[in-house]
């Protein structure tokens, strides 16, 4: 049973309310996802690709907090996909940009209406998620910093 004064009880830790809420989430996000055919991560990258096309791996890796070897293999899948595609970029033969395919492009017509869905199962109102969003925002700027 949770002591609210006991500062080592799991319920009482801001890592845990986050970890399991996260757990939870992406679990509302799969049957979602499994229509359109992206995991999660996928997901994300294609948003932050949908927001920005044509960017650096460097660059989507930065955005969504994912180190290269992670981004790497989730970036193959979506290639072999036919979502993305990586080329080199011809001024910095270093830099890998990743750029949307049409099918990519398209495939966001069907991810639109997942955002709602979501916030709908989230049982919350508008000004509550934004709220919390901005105060998750912030925490993760904390962390970052």
């Known amino acids: 049973m949770t002591k609210p004064d006991d500062p080592l009880s799991l319920d009482n830790q801001l ?14 996000y799969k049957p979602m996802l499994d229509e359109i055919g992206l995991t999660y991560p996928q997901y994300l990258a294609m ?24 981004l790497t293999p989730l970036l193959k899948r979506l290639e072999k996909a036919g979502l993305i595609q990586r080329e080199r ?20 017509r ?16 508008l000004e509550e998620i934004l709220n919390l ?8 700027a904390t962390l970052a910093a």
């Open 110 to 125: 069907q991810a639109a209406a997942i955002p709602r869905k979501v916030a709908i199962a989230s049982g919350m109102s």
């Open 47 to 70: 948003l932050a690709l949908w927001e920005e096309d044509g960017v650096t791996v460097s660059r989507l890796g930065a955005r969504l907090y994912l180190d290269s070897g992670t």
């Open 89 to 108: 970029n011809a001024e910095d033969e270093r830099q890998v940009l990743v750029r949307l395919t049409q099918a990519g492009r398209a495939l966001k």
């Open 15 to 28: 890592c845990f309310a986050l970890y399991s809420s996260s757990l939870l989430m992406t679990k509302l």
């Open 133 to 140: 969003r901005k105060r998750l925002k912030k925490l993760r």
